[in-house]
């Protein structure tokens, strides 16, 4: 087998100087009874190139963004990512090395994510950050979690605009752990208003900007009132280019700020994996989840960096620990960081006001459709618009048509009433001639 | 800009200094902040056309001053960075519990195919169905090979997967009326520093279960433990001290008798597969950590994957998202309202599709033979390594065979006054990178080591001449080679206490740090 | 198999040994013959079905012996080797008329998609239009960039191109039916060596002619030697001391009035794209390196291409390969009996169509304003060293500004009895590749720098400020900086005499070195 | 532009520093009338998005070999390379790195050319390689001119089974030389019997083995005849996996064996880049074109490598030396070794058994085929069909209903009575499907 090295002389070999009789004997302490003697119902090895067509052949059953004018959003968002960013990745001492336990042969990694925590402090208008969580979602449950940890309460209230699948997660894990959660309605024109929940028993309120229906939110009043009612303010955002354009959430007064970093060096993936960011103000640093890394100095006095602070974290203080994250999203939080260096502010900014350019010109296009409405008055790169008609059906129909038209709100929240609303995003890949396809096979799919 | 550290380069390589600090290949490179600039950059955009913005007045106040690199500077950052990182490519890896195998560039380049890195977890499902296809092939890949009768797919590493599965058993305590009765888990002191951790998070009370003095657990201590508070007992098998849980038939028994569930860290399956099956053991529970049995690469911390084989008895309580064969193809059960009694949902979309590429290229690639001849090899290695070194190290349970990794601890160590620590370091000097240390936590300056079966048995002869020659250096007294080491790598010994006394978490203006003189 | 090469290694480090001779991150290799068997295999293939073979008598009787290696031993060896390798990814490689600039990686992405790099060269032409296509696309950005009538894109290299170019002059003069007469080419001194083979390689005699006192060629002294044995002129411009010929529109005319031909080596290009056109100076043929000029990554010493320009004298005489617009799309002129009077065919194929992808992907990056840019960057850049070390080292033409490069000699290190090797190899030790060395043969002791625009103010900043250190600690008698340089390197200074005296040019169970003491 | 890392403030300050006027100042020893004062008339620079979508669009235009049933060989070959493969050689320090002039800082490169040279000795079964040339081609024309060295002789017999692209470079730079070369008409039964041309003016012979139609030649006897006649032997190959089952040409008497070595670690790439091997005896070690690579010690008596013999070469004897190439065949050789590495002399055997043992399978299939005749007694992976009609239109035809079946003889030998042939080559990359669906389309291209 081309991964094994040891060949069956090598094995006997070894056996011979282990001092045992045969492989089996090492695996004695299995109950007899338990031990396979047969090969599972299972396909025996494959050459590689058998592999490579099995899976090519699965590949090729799914429709790829690239391939068709595209404007899935709700969250996960396909934009270009340089090809120097994947072959950096690829760099067998990124991409096979282990969490830098050992610091003075990981600097690379090391260095890599202080890097990283500088440019998400930066971006999120915060003072620290962490190396990393698993995505956007999980990071949110870890924020509200530590919010809980600082203010010794419990209720989290969770904005109707937070992304719904974030909802649930906070809401899954918050009841399993025996806390309360207060998700809002849906809040498709963003007119909620938290103020009057905020009580003495409320850690935190989740505030999503813009938030899952495409609105931006000024989140300073809602900021004020948390500080004056001793509760904290969570602000997450799903589509981390916006921040290159639009007031951060930690300008705006949030006290933890949590995030999808995927817009940036990763791809789609159908989902994952994808990287969470996580920064917070310097007074909550013991609380932070997960690992930090940190600047100090070797025996010679050269910079250098470590892991640290790790008494938060669960290998040193176990069931106390701030979260029992390990693994993290390490090598997707580095293209993140390197496509953010290639970027820098400018970059950023440019990229961030073509994907607003594009929305702006799409939402144009789009409500020029008989029986399409936007319904957002301010939005970033994606909106909400109201059709004549029932959204997924109409998104499946676009699809046949070979135009990935959006979301259907009603895939992440059923039966609230909400089925004729699509979500569509428009970032730096989409051309004028994708967006009027859109328009096209739109008005296509209202019409039949 | 120029960046000399001259100063603190003369103090660390007095017998030959270099104006740069760089050592030939050995080339330093400053932070992004201190080579870029804001408003440069290496990402080509044509300019927008004018057109009125729909910010509101929510734009931007103050832009976030990061720096940007052109192309070829971002390029020689990174590379330069790189070369400061050990990587399973350049070498045996031996980090007990973390099964740094190779990593097939196959399965890079299986996972980077447009239909899967390209599409979007929420597009049309009838547009994804190849992705479906796999993910459920992968599934009953997993369950086949455990034994277990179903796998909740979206938890993104192995301590996710661990809370996932203690909120699947809480919710099945839940659902037989015991939720306020059961709060207890059982874990034991040797346990990875994630399981009570997770079990925390979840609401759960731990409490340790003390092994015998063999390392393994004794049927009868957890039978005293056990009661109808009892929700629990949260195993690692093989445990990690590498060795086989040998009663845990009869432990899962009696949890199972005492009403509570048996969740088994799965972190070491690679010692097992095809050889045993969990859910034949009795496990309720399960998470594997697709980035250690199955190849997917670490990546200097992640990301990993962490699905969560469950019984029948768990399998009504896993999360949403799951997946349904019906007439017109696979469907994903997406909200916890398609899904009553389940869990609910503990992440967004559908898990780690990159992952669950790599991962299911490797199992196709090993086939049910390939993957049992892996495990062989891994304990194989293991005990080659064992036999190479017993007679110079001290192994805390006896001298006994050990299943994927075998452990040590620095009992030998203490008449020359040195540490597990000061032995790894100086093995860095010689081009290793250090086995796992003080983990576990029973062993005194536990020296965990797992060769899996990557690596050759030429690699491993040199990796047990080596630390024999360091072993018996320690034990002659030859300090040179400890003292302060490494002294051959990147860095020297790293002020690990400055770090946490006065953390500097980001680069800042102001932050510099001057040499320590 | 255990490699301890323990004996030279305490030669070799004698401040701190270890006991495998590896440094830390710098880890020894072996030779695959010594670490591979060759009843290993990293490659999985299905046996076939037993079949009867229609070999012949012509079976292989005597296996090669190659050793073969698992997949994950086979990564290491070579990602061991790569790390002993300098790069431009690791920093700034100024190799003077290597034109060592920045390769991007989208390059690599597009000459690998499908569409190209799995297409073969004879499957039909109507399957192929879009690679055709490409090929004359990026035809004409060269004649545009140049100013020419034609290109024969089946060059190799830029050697081959020469070859090309002085086989296409060769036949317009047997054409012209001065075959017999016209013999000799003339060829400056500071020529590259490919030129004067080049022409050799084609049946004509070199003559050299020598440059004025400023480095350039003086039309007097070219006058003189043409005539009607003349068949041709080979110039290199800018030429190889990084100087702009400032009388090649006379020396053109003169050559042309002598019946003669102006063949221009190109692979100084990168400094005048976009500024002036070879055509407009009256060239009538020139090769372009696309591995220099055109970004495509040197790959420690090929794949290159080399497509020449032609003139419209030249033109018809370009051999096969080349496009056709039909009709029916591009086609293909292959056999030499579609195009009499054509040389005929250099080589099989089509050319470099891999380079092709890389070198047009960034041609449209750059864009015609771009590539002006880059010439300027790269002029500038040499420009600014140049003003950086004026001071301290000679220039054997006297104080002026240079083009894409900047040509110092030895002559300021005569006093300190350094040579130029010293100080290139003292270099090293900075983690600095050298500059070029010894050539162009005109300047004793030449050191010719070529920064390219790749490279930003930050490091050229750096690498003047330790030219200069190197040089002042060279002026000051500093001479362990330079006494067997390099010392930190992955191997100290090679016995390259040695190498030649008694080669040894594969391994053989016999030929194992053993060390000189 | 984002390859280029100075800004306008660099630029300006630098020529400052170099104390000239402006840029156009270090440009004016370009006569005036010559320089260009405006943009080319091209295309101004492009976004990398936009530089993707243009080529991708071009890529979409051909017919890429893996996505149809393949059968085209006449010197090139598709084979499976591992992905490991372009892993590696996509590592900055091979790709980046220039030709090893420094050698303490390039012995990844040299060793691995010094691997490589001894893989291609023990492959040819000849005493030294070089570092490689260009292509099969290039290095054809290179040892005829080594042979004319060393034998002081002109006339080049070139057998009609050499690949008629490598015959006529051969006979082009041979002509412009000044050198003689006779080229034998094709021969399609390896029926030629040159013996009787030798004479006291033939430099060389030159073999291909397979030949150019498939066959399988000994040349023993013709070894023996050119040995006698003072002549050298040079043996050629364009399919180098052959070597794994077949009789090496240094086994077989030849002086020196050239060859194409793409099949192994390197992709169709549209004819190029590939990779010349070049073999030959010791003794004629110093007329070898092109770099070598040898062994050496460093100051500390540790192994290393260096170039070697460079007194050859035209850096050194310029107009004298024995070639006048310089960059050379680096990464593709890289990818053979590499390729080499892992395959072993076990994984070779078995990799050409496939090869053959297909090509076994496509003759039978393609005999079955009414009008259709498989020409070859022996071959390796390819033959040569005779059709009852016009190779090129057949396989025009077939090209239509998505299989690329073959290489029509009259492609490379226009005009010489060979449109009825077809070569057909069959590796490891055919499936049985492929195979039937070769001789569907084959059988439907002639009966309409
Ligand atoms: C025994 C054991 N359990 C659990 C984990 C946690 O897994 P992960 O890092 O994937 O979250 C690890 C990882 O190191 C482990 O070794
Ligand atoms: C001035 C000059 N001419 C010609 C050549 C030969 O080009 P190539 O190496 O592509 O054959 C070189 C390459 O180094 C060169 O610098």
């Not at chain 1, 940190?294 to 470590?306: H, L, N, P």
């Not at chain 2, 400053?30 to 044509?46: A, C, K, Q, S, W």
């Not at chain 2, 109808?228 to 001290?241: E, F, R």
């Not at chain 2, 062989?376 to 005990?383: G, K, Q, T």
Request: contains cysteine; negative net charge; proline residues 6%.
């Amino acid at each position: 087998m081309r991964y094994l090295p040891l060949n069956a002389e090598d094995r006997a070999e070894m056996l011979a100087r282990a001092g045992v009789a045969s492989i089996d004997t090492l695996f004695a302490d299995i109950p007899k009874a338990k031990r396979l003697d047969h090969d599972l119902d299972l396909p025996m090895r494959k050459t590689e190139m058998d592999v490579e067509r099995l899976l090519s052949g699965l590949a090729a059953k799914n429709v790829a963004a690239g391939s068709v004018p595209f404007f899935a959003g709700a969250g996960a968002y396909k934009h270009h990512v340089p090809a120097s960013v994947d072959h950096l990745i690829q760099r067998s001492e990124f991409l096979t090395s282990y969490t830098p336990y050992q610091p003075e042969i990981a600097q690379g990694t090391l260095q890599t994510i202080f890097e990283f925590q500088t440019q998400v402090a930066a971006l999120t208008a915060l003072d620290v950050a962490n190396a990393s969580m698993y995505d956007g979602s999980t990071a949110t449950v870890e924020a509200v979690a530590m919010a809980r940890r600082i203010t010794g309460r419990s209720k989290a209230i969770l904005s109707g605009g937070l992304h719904p699948h974030y909802a649930e997660a906070v809401r899954t894990v918050s009841t399993m752990a025996g806390e309360e959660t207060e998700v809002l309605a849906p809040d498709v024109f963003a007119a909620e208003d938290f103020c009057s929940l905020i009580d003495a028993d409320t850690s935190c309120v989740v505030v999503q900007n813009p938030d899952f229906f495409g609105n931006l939110r000024d989140l300073s009043a809602i900021a004020a009132t948390c500080k004056t009612k001793g509760a904290l303010l969570v602000g997450v955002f799903t589509e981390v280019v916006s921040l290159g354009l639009i007031q951060p959430p930690g300008a705006m007064g949030a006290d933890i700020v949590v995030g999808e970093g995927q817009s940036i060096g990763n791809r789609l993936n159908f989902g994952g994996p994808y990287v969470g960011l996580f920064a917070t103000k310097t007074k909550y640093l013991r609380q932070i989840p997960g690992r930090l890394c940190g600047q100090t100095v070797d025996a010679s006095g050269r910079r250098g960096f470590v892991l640290t602070l790790s008494t938060r974290e669960q290998h040193i203080r176990r069931d106390k620990a701030t979260s029992n994250i390990c693994t993290n999203s390490g090598l997707a939080s580095l293209a993140f960081s390197i496509h953010m260096t290639l970027l820098g502010d400018a970059g950023l900014r440019r990229l961030a006001t073509i994907n607003h350019a594009h929305a702006v010109d799409l939402a144009d296009r789009l409500t020029a459709v008989p029986g399409v409405q936007v319904l957002n008055k301010t939005f970033f790169n994606e909106f909400t618009l109201r059709i004549a008609g029932d959204a997924a059906q109409a998104i499946e129909r676009m699809a046949e048509m070979g135009v990935l038209g959006g979301v259907p709100v009603s895939r992440l929240l059923p039966g609230r009433g909400l089925d004729d609303l699509i979500l569509a995003a428009s970032t730096e890949i989409n051309t004028d001639a994708d967006r009027e396809a859109f328009a096209d096979a739109l008005q296509g799919a209202l019409s039949c | 800009m120029l960046m000399r550290p001259k100063e603190s380069i003369e103090v660390a390589v007095p017998e030959k200094q270099t104006f740069t600090g760089n050592r030939g290949l050995d080339i330093e490179e400053g932070l992004i902040f201190e080579t870029g600039r804001p408003e440069n950059t290496g990402v080509d955009l044509d300019e927008p056309a004018p057109f009125a913005h729909r910010l509101g007045s929510l734009e931007r106040q103050e832009p976030a001053g990061l720096p940007g690199l052109s192309e070829p500077e971002t390029m020689r950052h990174y590379v330069r960075l790189s070369r400061m990182n050990y990587a399973i490519d350049a070498g045996i890896y031996p980090l007990g519990s973390c099964t740094m195998k190779h990593n097939p560039r196959l399965n890079e380049a299986m996972a980077r195919l447009p239909g899967f890195a390209d599409i979007h977890p929420l597009q049309p499902q009838s547009t994804v169905q190849g992705a479906l296809e796999l993910i459920a092939e992968l599934a009953r890949w997993l369950m086949v090979l455990t034994g277990m009768d179903a796998v909740a797919m979206s938890p993104r590493a192995g301590a996710h997967g661990e809370a996932c599965g203690m909120m699947v058993i809480k919710a099945a305590i839940a659902a037989k009326g015991e939720g306020e009765t059961r709060k207890i888990v059982l874990v034991p002191e040797s346990a990875h520093g994630t399981n009570p951790a997770s079990a925390a998070g979840a609401g759960f009370e731990v409490r340790p279960v003390p092994a015998r003095p063999d390392g393994t657990l004794d049927p009868a201590a957890v039978r005293e433990r056990l009661g109808p508070d009892v929700a629990a007992i949260m195993l690692t098998n093989p445990n990690t001290c590498g060795l086989f849980e040998k009663d845990i038939v009869e432990i899962a028994s009696l949890v199972h008798e005492a009403g509570a569930y048996f969740y088994c860290d799965g972190a070491n399956f690679n010692a097992i597969m095809g050889k045993t099956r969990p859910g034949d053991l009795g496990v309720d529970a399960m998470h594997i950590n697709l980035h250690k049995t199955f190849s997917t690469p670490h990546g200097g911390g992640g990301p990993g994957a962490g699905p969560v084989v469950l019984s029948s008895l768990l399998a009504p309580f896993a999360p949403v998202p799951f997946l349904r064969r019906e007439e017109n193809g696979l469907q994903l059960v997406e909200h916890p309202s398609e899904a009553p009694g389940a869990l609910g949902r503990i992440a967004a979309f559908h898990g780690q599709m990159g992952m669950f590429v790599r991962a299911f290229a490797y199992m196709l690639s090993h086939g049910a033979d390939g993957l049992r001849q892996a495990a062989e090899d891994a304990v194989l290695n293991a005990n080659y390594v064992r036999a190479g070194l017993k007679d110079l190290m001290s192994e805390p349970f006896g001298d006994r065979t050990c299943m994927h990794e075998v452990l040590f601890d620095e009992g030998w160590l203490k008449p020359t006054g040195l540490t597990a620590l000061d032995f790894a370091k100086a093995m860095i000097d010689e081009g290793f990178h250090p086995m796992t240390i003080y983990f576990p936590l029973v062993a005194h300056g536990a020296m965990l080591i797992e060769p899996t079966e990557s690596e050759s048995k030429a690699s491993l002869d040199l990796f047990v001449a080596t630390l024999r020659d360091l072993a018996l250096a320690a034990k002659r007294g030859a300090m040179e080679r400890f003292a302060g080491a490494p002294h051959l790598a990147p860095r020297s010994r790293l002020d690990e206490t400055r770090a946490a006394r006065s953390p500097v978490l980001k680069w800042e203006k102001k932050s510099k740090i001057t040499p320590l003189t």
